[in-house]
């Protein structure tokens, strides 16, 4: 019998409890719930176009069962380790969805994003990201050996989001926490009508302030696998005590 997640209210500030007790004398036949994209998402969002695919959703994971068990446009594989070809690989080959590819930051630049970059696009990712550190010159380079888009990601107001798209950025990434709403609305000043990917945060009030603010798509974090199995043994050991009480013998 597989426990009821109701994973989708993460991001609405609130858990719907399932009456696992319930669940347990059913006669239908209950299937574990994907990770839910929040319903305003695809209502509000214009979308970007990536390569061949159009996207509002993406989810920020590199965890295959996360992967597989979700309702998201795209996956969003970046890491806080150096990119990976057997990640990268792994994962395209594994999700049935457009992913992209982190391929530097702040200590992978150069030659190595390079070939990253390439390596990327010749296994079948939608676009590659660099992270904010990264430099304008090693993006031209880029650029000229890929088709696939390129997505930069940007955390603060005070950079020259013009000199990045000069050097051949497609799409930004605003990961500004707090300061992501007005990052947004900054961004939508200094490059007009260039496409805007935003994280979400972990509510709904953080997306629709996202959202009205100008991205075009939303990044969602999605809860670990041991917060979901949390949820999960709530689940089992309610359940249980419920049903050994009703069926504690008569004294």
Same mark, same amino acid.
């Given at each position: 019998?597989?426990?009821? $997640? ?9 858990r ?18 994907k $990770? ?14 990536l ?29 806080? *380790? ?11 080959? *594994? ?24 390596a ?13 550190? *990264? ?9 000229r ?30 990961t500004?926490?707090?300061?992501t709403?007005? $990052?947004?609305?900054? $961004? ?28 075009d ?7 670990s ?14 359940g249980?005590n419920k ?9």
């Amino acid at each position: 019998m597989d426990a009821i $997640i109701n994973v989708g209210s993460i991001w609405e500030s609130k858990r719907l409890q399932e009456n696992f007790f319930q669940n347990i004398f059913s006669s239908a036949k209950q299937k574990s719930k994907k $990770i839910a994209t929040p319903a305003i998402i695809n209502e509000k969002c214009n979308g970007v176009t990536l390569g061949n695919f159009f996207i509002k959703s993406l989810i920020f994971s590199t965890d295959m069962a996360l992967i597989e068990n979700n309702d998201s446009d795209a996956i969003l594989a970046v890491y806080p *380790f150096p990119p990976s070809t057997k990640i990268m690989k792994g994962l395209i080959e *594994f999700s049935e969805k457009p992913v992209i590819c982190g391929v530097g930051g702040g200590l992978t630049q150069g030659k190595v994003s390079l070939e990253m970059a390439v390596a990327a696009e010749s296994m079948g990712a939608a676009a590659i990201i660099v992270n904010q550190p *990264f430099k304008n010159k090693h993006i031209e380079t880029i650029k000229r050996k890929i088709s696939i888009p390129i997505i930069s990601s940007v955390s603060i107001m005070e950079f020259s989001f013009r000199d990045r798209v000069n050097a051949g950025v497609d799409v930004f990434h605003v990961t500004g926490g707090s300061n992501t709403a007005s $990052i947004i609305e900054h $961004i939508k000043y200094a490059t007009p009508c260039y496409p805007i990917i935003a994280t979400g945060g972990k509510t709904i009030e953080n997306i629709q302030t996202s959202i009205h603010a100008g991205a075009d798509a939303i990044v969602l974090t999605p809860p670990s696998s041991g917060e979901l199995f949390k949820t999960i043994m709530n689940q089992y050991r309610t359940g249980y005590n419920k049903l050994k009480n009703r069926l504690k013998p008569f004294n």
